[in-house]
């Protein structure tokens, strides 16, 4: 559901930075604890009823970003404002607020659910924390009538989690965060554990619950191909930092950053014929670690359009038009 640019940003992220001090990596005890840079400094804005898509290879910093926006990480540095305020990560009654409108889906479907409890308790979980208020009989209308849009049937409600398929299982992880009618879901990878004919199917109930909820999505995923079927924008992210942004239907028909095209040309096709004859960019090199990234741009030691001046400075994001924002000054030369 694609946003006017006017519309006011429901989630602003303004230089976002996620560092974690390695102790084990010390070599002497006067020494500076090494960083690690998880995240360094990534800013976007999400609209109301828009999805982004944040794309990259594992150890990116996608997931320590969503968990960053919500305080389940701390933030070095940088500012989350939503709804036009800015939220206070340590202030635990700010923070228990923002966790009403925010919510998260995870990847991992049964993981993220006690074993312990039934479908019905873990769906009303939210419900007895942000509406004490209401009657055990009103608790349970609302579950039922949320089981019911995300597809599960109301005899399974006094179930455990160890009963259901890992599709079912997501489907109660979906339940569980939006029973409280939440702004924004940060979906985490909420496909990767399930089989292809399962992803299809709750790609498009997360779809439809948009449109009918309104809701704001930001979808975290390796699939290039599910990313493209549900963003409205995408994000692509290396190394902690963030290269290249765009609608959807930019991005994929002509991808600006280096690190973007080698992505994209590894994303199967439908047609044999177009499949056997595309070009794929394969990426030479190791990961760098992000202990001690490369100066300058943290992509060069891969790139294949490098230059002596990548090394020297770290590029900062350039319009390209409307959207479509990458990093790179050597975006129009080709590999």
């Given at each position: 559901m694609t946003q006017s640019q006017n519309t006011q940003p429901l989630l602003q992220a303004r230089g976002i930075k996620v560092r974690f001090a390695i102790k084990k990596a010390q070599k002497w005890p006067w020494d500076p604890v090494p960083q690690l840079k998880a995240v360094d400094g990534v800013s976007f804005d999400i609209r109301p009823g828009e999805t982004l898509g944040v794309v990259g290879e594992s150890g990116c910093g996608k997931s320590t970003l969503a968990r960053a926006l919500i305080g389940l990480v701390p933030i070095s540095d940088g500012e989350v404002i939503f709804d036009g305020k800015p939220v206070d990560h340590k202030d635990p009654a700010a923070m228990k607020i923002l966790r009403k409108d925010v919510q998260m889906i995870f990847q991992d479907p049964l993981a993220?659910?006690?074993?312990?409890?039934?479908?019905?308790?873990?769906?009303?979980?939210?419900?007895?924390n942000y509406a004490p208020e209401l009657s055990r009989d009103e608790v349970q209308t609302q579950v039922r009538a949320m089981m019911a849009k995300v597809g599960l049937l109301?005899?399974?409600?006094?179930?455990?989690?160890?009963?259901?398929?890992?599709?079912?299982?997501?489907?109660?992880?979906?339940?569980?965060?939006?029973?409280?009618?939440?702004?924004?879901?940060?979906?985490?990878?909420?496909?990767?554990?399930?089989?292809?004919s399962i992803q299809a199917q709750v790609v498009n109930l997360l779809k439809e619950l948009q449109r009918e909820m309104g809701l704001s999505l930001i979808f975290i995923a390796h699939d290039l191909s599910v990313v493209k079927h549900i963003s409205d924008r995408v994000m692509v992210m290396y190394l902690g930092n963030q290269v290249e942004t765009g609608s959807s239907d930019e991005l994929y028909a002509k991808p600006s950053h280096p690190y973007s095209r080698a992505l994209l040309s590894a994303v199967?096709?439908?047609?044999?014929?177009?499949?056997?004859?595309?070009?794929?960019?394969?990426?030479?090199g190791e990961l760098p670690s992000p202990i001690s990234p490369p100066s300058g741009c943290v992509f060069r030691t891969r790139c294949p359009v490098v230059c002596d001046e990548c090394a020297k400075h770290r590029p900062s994001l350039q319009s390209l038009g409307g959207t479509h924002q990458v990093a790179c000054p050597r975006h129009d030369v080709a590999a």
């Open positions: 993220s659910l006690n074993p312990r409890m039934t479908v019905g308790d873990i769906i009303a979980e939210p419900l007895r109301p005899n399974v409600i006094n179930r455990y989690p160890h009963e259901f398929s890992g599709g079912q299982c997501q489907r109660i992880g979906i339940a569980r965060a939006l029973i409280l009618r939440p702004k924004l879901v940060i979906c985490d990878e909420p496909v990767s554990a399930l089989d292809v199967p096709l439908p047609d044999p014929e177009q499949e056997r004859n595309k070009e794929v960019i394969l990426l030479t």
